[in-house]
C-alpha cells in the first residue's frame, strides 16, 4: 500500500489495523540529543484514547505506547524511532454482521473496488485508530517545536450549530470539558445538543480550530510546496475531514482588496502586520504572524439508525451498524489535527534550513 509516509526530512510511516495486534509508526529524521521517553508521547496519546466520556466510544484501550528504537539512554539517537501500541479490547465479532456489506460513509466500497480485499473488522486500515501512530509522531515533532518556542494550539471550535464566542476565549479551558472546547459556555450547550444526537440513534460534525505561534517569516515554499498547502494536505489526510480553510479562507471570497489585505506597519524596528486575514501565511510561507486554520469533520458515518445499502453482490439491503462508536469524531481529534500541524511544521524548517548558506 503507498501513501503510508508523510514528510521529507522528518518522515512518519504508519502501520497497523484497528483489530490486528496493534498499530504504530517510526519516525527518520528526529535530530539525536532531544531528550524523549515513552511519558512524552502518551501525554498526547492520553487526549486521544477512547473510553474518556459518554461522548467517545467505549471501547477500553489504555493506548499504552513502547518506544522499539532510536533511543539511548534518555535521548534519541538519531536513528529510526519505532513506536508501537498494542490493541487490547478489539471485538471483531461486533464485525461479522457486515463482511459483505458496504456501510454507508465508510470506505468499504472503495477499499474493496480497489484491492479486491478489504478488512471488514472496523476498517481495517481505514480506521480512525491509525492516528494513535500520527499522535506518537506529532509529539515527538511537538516536543523539537517546543525547544525552538513554537507551539500548536488545536481545539474544538464547532460542535453541530455551537461555536465558540472569541469573547469567552480561554486556551486553559480546554482541558476543563471532555469536548476540549476553549469556551465554558459552548461546550454546555454542545454537550446537549450531542446528548439529543446520542438519544436519537444519531451523530454530528463540528470543526476544529488550530494556532500555530512562534513562527519565523519565510517557512514554506512560493509554488507547489506551498506552507498551506502542506498543511492541507497534512489536515485532509486524516479520515472524516472534509473541509480546509487557513485565515480567512471561504469568507475571503466575500471580502474586499481594501479589507483583506493586511496592513504592514513598523513595530519597535519589527515588521507586522496589523491584521491577519491570510491567516500568517503569505505567497506560501509563514509571514510571521499566528498560523490559523480551520478543519471540518463530517458526522460519525457508524450510527444505530437503519440505513439503505447493498451487499458486495448488488443486493439491496437494510443496516444497523453495532459495536462501539463515537457520536462525534470532534473531540478526539483535536490532538491528532495538532499533531499533523506539529509533523508538517517541523519538517518544514528542517527542509528551510538548506535555502541559504548563511
Known sequence: MAGSSFGKIFCVSTWGETHGR????????????????EEDIQRYLDRRKPGQSKFTT????????????????????????????????????????IADIYRPGHADYTFDQKYGIRDYRGGGRSSGRETIARVAAGAI????????????????????????????????????NVLYMPDAQAAEKAAAYLEEKMEAKDSCGGVVGCKISGMPVGIGEPV??????????????????KGFEIGDGFTAAKSVGSVNNDAFYNHNGHIEKETNHSGGVLGGMSDGSEIYFRAAFKPTPSIASP??????????????????????????????????????????????????LD
Open 22 to 37: 496493534g498499530v504504530g509508526v517510526v519516525v527518520d529524521g528526529c535530530p539525536a540529543g532531544l531528550s524523549l521517553c
Open 58 to 97: 467505549k471501547r477500553q484501550e489504555g493506548d499504552q505506547v513502547e518506544i522499539l528504537s532510536g533511543i539511548f539512554e534518555g535521548k534519541t539517537a538519531g536513528t529510526p524511532i519505532s513506536l508501537v501500541v498494542y490493541n487490547k479490547d478489539q471485538r471483531s465479532k461486533d464485525y461479522s454482521a
Open 141 to 176: 515533532a511537538a516536543k523539537i517545536l517546543q525547544e525552538m518556542g513554537i507551539e500548536v494550539f488545536a481545539y474544538a471550535e464547532e460542535i453541530g450549530p455551537y461555536v465558540i464566542d472569541k469573547a469567552n476565549w480561554n486556551p486553559a479551558l480546554r482541558e476543563e
Open 224 to 241: 507547489f510546496d506551498k506552507l498551506s498547502a502542506k498543511l492541507g494536505q497534512a489536515i485532509l489526510s486524516i479520515g472524516a475531514v
Open 307 to 356: 440505513q439503505r445499502t447493498v451487499a458486495t453482490n448488488g443486493e439491496e439491503r437494510e443496516i444497523v451498524i453495532k459495536g462501539r462508536h463515537d457520536p462525534i469524531i470532534v473531540p478526539r481529534a483535536v490532538v491528532v489535527v495538532e499533531c499533523m500541524a506539529a509533523i508538517t511544521i517541523i519538517d518544514e524548517l528542517f527542509v528551510n534550513m538548506s535555502n541559504r
